[in-house]
């Protein structure tokens, strides 16, 4: 499969994130697949490519030509194919489009935004990929939490809590990608 990893670009975290999602690329490529990401050098971006090249899998990186022409963010130097896109906006498309899931490892808020914006197309049936939170020594409890808050306040359906799994355990996020999502309709999904 192609998994898209959105993830960090600080280089500047606590180095348990960086080896444990070096970690999950090895296993990546171990178990077949190939990654779709932002394309940066640092952080946890640079952290799963690496992992991904060291267990011998294939990365494809895309990004936006400014970051390069402005030095916005260390850009990979290893990715088997290098995309450069004209924006952000597509930047984003184009991970979206390439891939057959997504894994969200911790991030700030470039990676919020890319977790929001797959699952909300996700719950308007979009797409029906799998999106797997990989909850890191518990970066994502509060996130987890303000999501449950809003389903008990109703501004969330409480099925939509299975349009992605949410766990520290690395086999569970690989079984949540692997597994083929369940037919929805946004009937289902969104009051509205
Ligand atoms: P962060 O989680 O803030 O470290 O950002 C992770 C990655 O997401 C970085 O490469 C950001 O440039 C990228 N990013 C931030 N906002 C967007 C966006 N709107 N579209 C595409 N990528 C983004």
Redesign the pocket.
Known sequence: MKICV?????PTIDPRYIEAVEKMGREMAKRGHSLVF???GN???GAAARGVRDGGGKIVGV??KF?DEES??AICDFCDELIFTES??E??QI?EDSCDAFIVVP????????FF?VLTLKQLCRHNKPIAIYNIMGYYNELHETMNSAIAKNFIRGNCSDLYVISDDLEKVFECVETPEAERTVRELKDG
């Open positions: 959105f993830g960090a670009a600080s932002g394309g940066g952080g946890l971006m990004i936006p970051f916005v963010e952000m906006r930047r984003k991970m991030g700030g808020i470039g990676t919020f935004e890319e914006e």
